[in-house]
């Protein structure tokens, strides 16, 4: 909106020349969800509790956890309401790729929104069923590949970027509209079931988002795409203000999802952050690299199949529970301290990430 309205007040003050510049949009983007999310989040928590949307405390789940029964859910909406108003204000509407991330977003965040309010109103940890659930994600995750695949066909958009293979980069086809669908689906749900703790998921969120901010921006730039060997994306750029507005408004709900929580995230939030991650990674042709970025929700999701699989084929469970983070829970760790080493696991990988960017 300001972008677009800057195009015309550039011929007549020469100063609103600034808004061409990307940084200068991305910074304002970061700081305008900041400020909504501090803005907002009080009055949307007092609007959950006056409505009691409260969050159902699992009956087999640490004992440590009851306490936090009451505590108002779905706050992932002060996420979702502070990066579309930013995103709106300080991207360019004629940007695609803002358009598809925009969609799964909100598209996912709603069917979160369903599966919270059939948690409140039926009083249990459950919420959807799970073929519904996952009916209504395929769907999106679909419509937005055929999308996305159609935009980009036989371009950089839809090539194959492997790690330590840059040079060959193969054109996907028609196979780019499932790896889409995968890498979509399975980051919405990895980082679903991450979000166990206080603020255990969005600072990992937040750290992704700035990475794939980077390579958003060196996407963008001819020159920085040759030196990292990575695709030249017309449309990426834009994404950097996705991005920044994912961590401004992921770093204003953690003022108050931080331990201990005055508000949790709900599926509405976890779901569509992770929605939305996956397909910035997908636009931006680093699939694999999100595996190693976002690693701590790869290590989550794993426990979680792991976890199944064993009881189902032997009859034994590898971990004491899982997610992961609450076997560690249940071993005796302090919830801050599971909280902060896994975030200290993120920050690590995402840097890791960004090193091995030039040679992997």
Same mark, same amino acid.
């Given at each position: ?285 680093? &699939? ?11 290590? &989550? ?27 560690? &829970? ?31």
């Amino acid at each position: 909106m300001l972008f677009c309205l800057s195009k015309y007040l550039v011929k007549y003050y020469s100063v609103f020349n600034i808004f061409s510049f990307l940084m200068f949009r991305a910074i304002s983007c970061l700081l305008t969800a900041l400020c909504l999310a501090l803005w907002i989040g009080p009055r949307i928590i007092a609007l959950l509790q006056n409505m009691s949307f409260k969050q159902i405390i699992r009956q087999d789940g640490p004992r440590s956890h009851f306490r936090k029964q009451g505590t108002p859910t779905m706050g992932g909406i002060i996420i979702l309401i502070s990066i579309i108003i930013s995103v709106l204000m300080w991207s360019s509407p004629c940007n695609p790729y803002i358009w598809c991330a925009l969609f799964v977003m909100l598209s996912y965040g709603i069917v979160g929104f369903f599966d919270d309010y059939r948690k409140v109103l039926q009083k249990n940890s459950q919420g959807l069923i799970a073929r519904w659930k996952y009916f209504w994600q395929s769907i999106i995750a679909l419509v937005i590949s055929l999308t996305m695949y159609t935009i980009g066909k036989d371009t950089p958009a839809t090539v194959l970027v492997v790690l330590f293979f840059k040079d060959l980069m193969p054109q996907l086809g028609i196979l780019y509209i499932p790896l889409s669908y995968l890498v979509i689906v399975g980051t919405s749900n990895a980082v679903n079931l991450t979000d166990g703790l206080d603020g255990l998921a969005v600072m990992p969120a937040v750290l992704v988002a700035a990475g794939m901010g980077f390579l958003a921006w060196s996407s963008s730039n001819p020159h920085l795409a040759a030196y990292f060997h990575i695709p030249y994306l017309l449309y990426a750029g834009e994404l950097v203000i996705f991005c920044s507005a994912i961590v401004g408004a992921g770093l204003g709900f953690l003022w108050f999802n931080t331990y201990p929580a005055q508000v949790f995230m709900g599926d509405v939030g976890s779901l569509a952050i992770g929605g939305a991650l996956g397909t910035i990674a997908v636009l931006l042709r680093q &699939e694999c690299l999100l595996v190693i970025m976002g690693g701590i929700f790869v290590i &989550e999701a794993l426990s979680v199949i792991l976890q199944v699989s064993s009881f189902k084929l032997r009859r034994r469970r590898i971990f004491l529970m899982a997610p992961i983070h609450h076997h560690y &829970e249940l071993k005796g760790w302090p919830e801050p301290r599971i909280i902060v080493r896994f975030w200290i696991i993120a920050f690590t990988l995402v840097l890791i990430s960004l090193a091995i960017l030039r040679y992997g």
